[in-house]
């Protein structure tokens, strides 16, 4: 079956940086766009990032342009997320999906588990 298993969430000062992994099985991961989204506590899941089959092509929401970078490894079946210049707003639980389309409006099929980002002020 499909896994999607993210790591490397933890707790990080504000102004840090902290680098999120997933690593994709049981599916075809050069295929797949890929894409990062993120829900705070009490809020609806929002879109973070995305990178397109071949990680030639990256999206960003507003909120992390410039400070976040995602990138893919399709030899390993990674996606990374580097999130540098935290804030305690980006303090949430970050999760890792599959998508058959690329973009803000991607529509993932496959999700991960989810990993939280603590970031203190």
């Known amino acids: 079956q499909v896994q999607l298993v993210e790591s490397g969430g933890g707790l990080v000062q504000a102004g840090g940086s902290t680098r999120l992994s997933c690593v994709a099985s049981?599916?075809?991961?050069?295929?797949?766009?890929m894409g990062w989204f993120r829900q705070a506590p009490g809020k609806e899941r929002e879109f973070v990032a995305a990178?397109?089959?071949?990680?030639?092509?990256?999206y960003y929401s507003d909120s992390v342009k410039g400070r976040f970078a995602i990138s893919r490894d399709n030899a390993k079946n990674l996606v990374y997320l580097q999130m540098n210049s935290l804030r305690p707003e980006d303090t949430a639980v970050y999760y890792c999906?599959?998508?058959?389309?690329?973009?803000?409006?991607?529509?993932?099929?496959?999700w991960g588990k989810g990993t939280l980002v603590t970031v203190s002020s």
């Open positions: 990178i397109d089959r071949s990680g030639g092509l990256t």
């Open positions: 049981g599916l075809t991961f050069r295929v797949y766009a």
């Open positions: 999906a599959a998508s058959l389309n690329y973009g803000s409006s991607m529509n993932p099929i496959h």
